[in-house]
């Protein structure tokens, strides 16, 4: 996979945006498609599902008219989609945008999905789907529990409230008897670098902004979720499956949404429980890029308009620097 992956992305230019949620990444990506005649690649986890519109701000109808869009609504609601399936699609879009003379722009919040394009999955143990079952079955304590006991590292620095990733550190463990930690550095996990990959990390480019910025724009984004019907679509989305998909239920906005529908806490409540979750999770991406991708920071203003970001960028994607 390694190989594959390194001849693609070495075969042509190729453009990386990423960022925190409600950044502005997918405008932006949008511009610069529009000027340097190129194509988007969603680097988003959860904008592959279809049916999932609004909770995952994803391109509209309009937008992606206006400029192709690759892997979004790639699968059903119930259907699994992980970092390795990622890759292929991926390899695939970049390959077919560069045969049609264009440029590739791979754009989204998924940091997990950018390492994995650029520096591959090496060895990385596959999915145990009897196990999986069990360990999806078992109550998040407990697991947490005996990953704190097999792995303290991993323990310490995984987000405990996200049961997917859990459950995989503890099936790692489990079918290879040794501490997941150990093993994610040997496959392209902690300290590890995208220099090696060609022209990449000069292409690699992230958007921030300040603290009382970002947290604006991410209330006023969820406010416009609620607003545009995202609990409608979370009860259609139930009805399609979503409660079946571990991994698509970790959605921020649809699992809180369910928890209301459900009946344990009021729909104001849950609205400034999105925002809440939706700045936590603002916060461990910028972490995670910071600490794991080599990435030029494009600082943005509040007063800086797409244009006027696209344009920073483009200037230094062209110039090489």
Known sequence: MAENREIQLAAGPLLLLAGATATGKSAVALRLAE???????SADSMQVYRGLDIGTAKPS????????????????????????QFVRF???????IRGGGR???????TGLYFKALLEGLGNAPPADQVLRAELES???????????????????NIDRKNPRRVIRAVEVIRVTGRPFSEQKAAWGGEGSSSSDTPGVQKNFFGLVRKSTDLHAR???????????????ETEQMLREGLAENPTAMQAIGYRQVVEYLRGERPL??????????????????????RRQAAVTWIECAERDGEDQIAARIRERFESGS
């Open 35 to 41: 000027e340097l005649n190129g194509e988007i690649v």
């Open 61 to 84: 109808r309009e937008e992606q008219r206006r400029v192709p869009h690759h892997l979004i609504d790639v699968v059903d609601v119930r259907e699994r989609f992980d970092a390795a």
């Open 90 to 96: 991926a390899n695939r879009a970049v390959a077919e």
């Open 103 to 109: 440029l590739p722009i791979l754009c989204g919040g």
């Open 138 to 156: 078992a109550p998040l304590p407990e697991l947490l529990a005996e990953l704190e006991r097999r792995d303290p590292r991993t323990f310490d």
């Open 218 to 232: 991410i209330n006023d984004r969820v406010d416009q979720m609620f607003s545009k019907g995202l609990v409608t």
């Open 268 to 289: 104001l409540d849950t609205i400034e429980l999105v925002k809440l979750r939706t700045r936590q999770f603002a916060k461990r991406q910028m972490t995670w890029f």
